[in-house]
Nanobody, 119 residues
Framework: QVQLVESGGGEVQAGGSLRLSCAAS????????MGWYRQALGKQRELVAT???????NYADSVEARFTISRDNAKNSVYLQIYSLKPEDTAVYYC?????????????WGKGTLVTVSS
């Protein structure tokens, strides 16, 4: 079992930057594929980025190069750096983890952190 707690959200002006953090508890974090998703008001949750245990990253086609996912296995943490924030980045951002024995999907979710970008 993995518990995930996001932090770092808040209100920021367009053009600013934020670094979201996700702290994981439970055994085996370093082996989990981790990811960030977001859900804007009235929209479906969408993938932002994933990162494997070895650090290989994958970004959604809709995500621009303004997003960078990273992890620190020693700290059981995964991060999402967002640059040049736009109002359309406003959403609840969720951290997620895949079960070690799974090939696809995400099985553990945090409660999310709200990012609000004002113009």
């Amino acid at each position: 079992q993995v518990q995930l707690v996001e932090s770092g959200g808040g209100e920021v002006q367009a053009g600013g930057s934020l670094r979201l953090s996700c702290a994981a508890s439970g055994s085996g974090f370093s082996r989990n594929v981790m990811g960030w998703y977001r859900q804007a008001l009235g929209k479906q949750r969408e993938l932002v980025a994933t990162i494997t245990s070895s650090g290989r990253t994958n970004y959604a086609d809709s995500v621009e190069a303004r997003f960078t996912i990273s992890r620190d296995n020693a700290k059981n943490s995964v991060y999402l750096q967002i640059y040049s924030l736009k109002p359309e980045d406003t959403a609840v951002y969720y951290c997620a983890a895949r079960r070690i024995d799974a090939l696809y999907g995400m099985h553990y979710w945090g409660k999310g952190t709200l990012v609000t970008v004002s113009s």
